[in-house]
Each structure stands twice: as C-alpha cells, then as structure tokens.
C-alpha cells in the first residue's frame, strides 16, 4: 500500500507563487507515474500536470509557461512549483502516484489534497 500526503497549499494574491510537494511512502518498490490534479469549486478534478520515470513532462493547457512539475526519485517526492497564479487556479489541489511494489502489483494512490486560494 502506498501513502500519498501532499503540503504546500495557501493563500496568494494573484501573480503570486507557491510550491506544493507531495510524498510516497510504503511498500513502494517503483513509481511509474506522479501526477498533480486539481478541484476548482463546483468543477471536476481535472489533470494538471505529469511527469514520468524517465523524466517526460505535460501540462494542461491553461499553465504550460507558468506552473512547473518535477520529481525527486531518490525521495520519492514530487513538486509542483505555481508562478503567475490567477484566481482561476483556485482549487482544491491533489497528488496522485502510480507505483508497484516489490511483487509487481501496481498501485494508484490519492492525497488527502491542499487548498490553494488565489484572490486579492
């Protein structure tokens, strides 16, 4: 089983930054997958942003130039560095990790997720 927590969340006027991580820990032998999704209020989750094993990156549309994904490996950690935010990046922020364990089962774990508030 693998645990997702993710940090970093707040309030911010817009054109601001901040920086969200999120941790995996447990019976992790392999990530393949770390993703950030987000909530906007009364909206799905859609995906943000992903990054793979080998290092390969997209972005939604509306915050390729702005928003920034990578990952630690060594720590299993994934970042999630926001600039230039806008009110319209308000929403309920979550990680998602796709992983194996160490008898190949593959896991897909959620965070609990962070707020992130853009407003002046």
């Known amino acids: 089983q693998v645990q997702v927590v993710e940090s970093g969340g707040g309030s911010v006027q817009p054109g601001g930054s901040l920086r969200l991580s999120c941790a995996a820990s447990g019976s992790i032998f392999s990530i393949s997958v770390m993703s950030w999704y987000r909530q906007p209020p009364g909206n799905q989750r859609e995906l943000v942003a992903i990054?793979?094993?080998?290092?390969?990156?997209n972005y939604r549309d509306s915050v390729k130039g702005r928003f920034t994904i990578s990952r630690d490996s060594a720590k299993n950690t994934v970042y999630l560095q926001m600039n230039s935010l806008k009110p319209e990046d308000t929403a309920v922020y979550y990680c998602?990790?796709?992983?194996?364990?160490?008898?190949?089962?593959?896991?897909?774990?959620w965070g609990q997720g962070t707020q992130v508030t853009v407003s002046s």
């Open positions: 998602n990790v796709i992983a194996r364990d160490s008898l190949g089962n593959a896991f897909g774990s």
């Open positions: 990054v793979t094993s080998n290092g390969s990156t």
